[in-house]
């Protein structure tokens, strides 16, 4: 297996720095919130040593560790959603993790980001991004993976090589720069270096409120809209949650696009959507898409919900879906999953996309002042002019 070392790495624990300390005095440290007791105490039930193997409970503990940001933890919690060691086996978990304790220069979760890139679990495949994570973790690790290395480049052209040793140069430069910044205190970092936890889209209207889905800054401490190259704050005005919607108010913003809803939306009209899916991959510019009404319902009948074609990816939730005469029908909300569809039908659907209805936004708007509806439009129009006009109030959602 090429990524042998992954499991190595899982099981092949450093000595314990608590000696043989009783695991029951490691326990009270732990829940006591120490971190370090708490991988140390997830290594014990990973290896079986004091006390009797259970991954579920090595993944309890580490999982702790993780979300207070300790790497090693994180690193070994995607080594068991990878495996499916003690929890159920979830690639996009175990990518997750990985991805966190490799920024942070964690060596087993650079190398298991690589594996994920290089198999195409839990991402889309890609050779260049799992070489370059391979030469990172090839930089941090005592041990050697020659073998992985070389399997990659049998793999690859050189041109994508080259592209790839340049991302690792890359990556190298980021995770050192991040480095030196976490020793910083916490009011003297820099705001271009604070990293955003999540991304989404949204549509900026006329009054500077910005249309988006509820699970997009759910839970959010702060809430950043960048509109036109200028980051400003923004803040929820009103929500609602069974439907996946909310309205945000945006200080400095009052430009924006008029609102207009069609009358009625058919089987088979066609769409298009505008957002920022995977901003840190594919840049910051507005992506377009387009495709048509596949559905009328979502999953299980739901009647909140049309089916869409048009293309989705992680970042174009919350963005708007207009029809061809610029009329919001909807607020782009999910995907299908691809991988648990395949799992459990053995079939890999294409473009399998939900949209909250507008029908469903419609009140949610009238409780908010400032915000004015305009008659549908039916006057046809340019498709190229109305994207341009359009895309200028399409904004970036950034969530911390």
């Avoid at 996009?92 to 304790?101: C, G």
């Avoid at 298991?112 to 495949?125: A, D, I, N, P, R």
């Avoid at 970092?189 to 988006?212: E, N, W």
């Avoid at 869409?308 to 999953?337: H, M, R, T």
């Amino acid at each position: 297996m090429k990524y042998k070392w992954l499991i190595v790495g899982l099981v092949c624990l450093s000595v314990s720095v608590y000696g043989q300390d009783n695991v029951s005095v490691l326990r009270e440290k732990a829940e006591q919130g120490d971190v370090e007791v708490q991988v140390e105490l997830g290594n014990c039930y990973l290896k079986g040593d004091r006390v009797s193997q259970d991954y579920k409970e090595a993944a309890k503990w580490y999982r702790l560790a993780a979300e207070q940001e300790c790497a090693e933890a994180q690193a070994r919690l995607g080594g068991l959603y990878y495996f499916g060691f003690g929890v159920v086996e979830d690639y996009k978990e175990a990518v997750k993790w990985y991805r966190l304790a490799a920024e942070q220069g964690n060596s087993l979760g650079q190398v298991g980001l690589s594996g994920c890139y290089e198999s195409g679990k839990g991402v889309l495949q890609d050779f260049v991004e799992a070489y370059a994570w391979t030469l990172v973790a090839a930089q941090n690790s005592g041990q050697s993976i020659t073998a992985v290395i070389d399997w990659l480049r049998s793999q690859m052209t050189s041109a994508q090589i080259a592209v790839a040793q340049q991302r690792a140069k890359e990556l190298m430069a980021i995770i050192e720069r991040k480095k030196q910044v976490s020793k910083l205190p916490a009011g003297q970092v820099p705001a271009a270096d604070i990293t955003p936890s999540g991304y989404g889209s949204g549509l900026l209207v006329k009054g500077g409120y910005v249309v988006t889905c509820w699970h997009v800054v759910d839970k959010a401490q702060k809430i950043s809209i960048n509109c036109q190259g200028k980051d400003l704050v923004a803040s929820v005005v009103q929500k609602d949650v069974g439907n996946d919607l909310a309205i945000l108010r945006v200080d400095g913003a009052d430009a924006g696009a008029s609102l207009s809803f069609a009358d009625s939306v058919k089987l088979g009209a066609q769409v298009f959507t505008m957002g920022f899916p995977h901003p840190g991959l594919q840049g910051s510019d507005v992506k377009f898409t387009t495709g048509s009404i596949s559905g009328m319902t979502g999953p299980g009948n739901t009647p909140v919900y049309f089916q869409i074609s048009a293309p989705l990816q992680s970042g174009n939730s919350g963005g708007p879906l207009f029809d061809e005469y610029g009329n919001l029908v909807g607020v782009v909300a999910a995907k299908l999953d691809s991988l648990k569809m395949l799992a459990a039908t053995g079939d890999l659907p294409q473009n399998v996309n939900y949209a909250i209805k507008s029908d469903y936004l419609v009140p949610l708007l009238k409780t908010v002042d400032g915000i004015k509806i305009q008659p549908s439009q039916t006057k046809p129009v340019n498709l190229l002019s109305l994207v341009e006009e359009l895309k200028k109030s399409i904004v970036m959602i950034k969530v911390y």
